[in-house]
């Protein structure tokens, strides 16, 4: 097929590289402007584009594509059979939509209608699921609300965070597609529409997304939380007025027998130089690798040896 192919992140890289594999003829990427990354700020090259000029293929940057006259001739001067989308990070204008025959090919990381949004992954793994998935769907002007047209399922370990996820699904969604365009192509893969009813959303993360309520979520919760917001929002509380930033935690097993006096949620607790949080409903998370402001980032035993702490202080 002649493709166009709009991505952005990492996470878009595989797909791009599969259709490459499968034989496809990649007329055009489509990728996001280049912008200042780190710490540094120093301007960088999308993933994506840094492997489409490794292999040859033309690039366009376009900062607005909605009314871009010139980049709207020139997709209409490439009259591709599809146009492939993962994680472009821009919303397709309807005159790109029903420009390709077979329409504009999403690859969307859940089990579509659950977790529409920008962030599927982070959510699913914040609210504990087990299994997650990626869909293949032709976009419509809605919110990831077109027709599917393959799914797969994909496990979630107890101890994945997003940022192991991500690599998986996006491997996972790869030959997905590739095997989507083929049903596409031959007939044999007929788009059937989502059950809106069933819908859930997964907006886009805010940093205080990564704020602990201890009385709110149960250790589990703020387990699941801490690994779905990897690695931004992360999760963080407040310890004596200052941004304490939790960077590894874990459920503390039998946790009411550790924390005896804990009269509400919050409470932090010294118990061996573990370091133990009260949360709802009698349960307890402990603090394995924290970060408080100003400071380096250590281990709870260090951070017990360097700091003045009272035991029964409340974070948050």
């Not at 991505?7 to 890289?13: E, H, I, K, Q």
């Not at 259709?19 to 700020?41: E, Y």
């Not at 001067?77 to 993962?86: E, L, T």
């Not at 704020?211 to 801490?226: G, I, Q, V």
Request: aromatic fraction near 6%; charged fraction near 20%.
């Amino acid at each position: 097929m002649k493709l166009v192919f709009c991505g952005t992140p990492r996470f878009a890289v595989p797909t791009l590289q599969a259709l490459l594999a499968a034989g496809h003829t990649i007329s055009l990427v489509v990728t996001q402007p280049d912008r200042p990354v780190g710490r540094k700020q120093e301007v960088e090259a999308p993933p994506v584009k840094q492997i489409a000029l490794a292999a040859g293929l033309p690039v366009t940057q376009p900062e607005k594509i909605r009314n871009n006259a010139e980049f709207r001739a020139q997709l209409e001067a490439i009259a591709p059979d599809a146009i492939v989308v993962v994680a472009y990070g821009r919303i397709i204008p309807p005159w790109m939509l029903a420009l390709p025959r077979l329409g504009c090919i999403n690859l969307h990381a859940s089990l579509l209608p659950k977790y529409r949004g920008a962030a599927p992954i982070q959510w699913a793994v914040a609210n504990g699921e087990k299994v997650t998935g990626n869909t293949t769907m032709l976009l419509e002007e809605g919110l990831d609300t077109g027709p599917i047209l393959l799914q797969q399922e994909v496990e979630i370990g107890v101890e994945q965070t997003a940022v192991d996820l991500f690599e998986v699904m996006a491997t996972r969604g790869a030959p997905l597609v590739v095997e989507t365009l083929a049903g596409l192509a031959d007939g044999n893969l007929q788009p059937w529409p989502q059950d809106h009813l069933q819908a859930s959303l997964a907006p886009l993360l805010q940093r205080d997304d990564g704020r602990m309520d201890f009385a709110a979520h149960t250790a589990t919760e703020l387990k699941n939380r801490w690994r779905g917001f990897q690695p931004w929002p992360g999760a963080f509380t407040v310890l004596d007025g200052k941004k304490l930033i939790v960077h590894r935690m874990q459920v503390a097993e039998n946790a009411g027998s550790h924390l005896p006096e804990a009269e509400d949620p919050g409470q932090l607790f010294v118990d061996q130089q573990r370091m133990l949080v009260s949360c709802a409903r009698g349960t307890g998370v402990e603090l394995l690798e924290l970060q408080l402001e100003g400071k380096k980032r250590m281990t709870a035993s260090e951070f017990l040896r360097g700091t003045h702490f009272v035991s029964g202080m409340r974070l948050g």
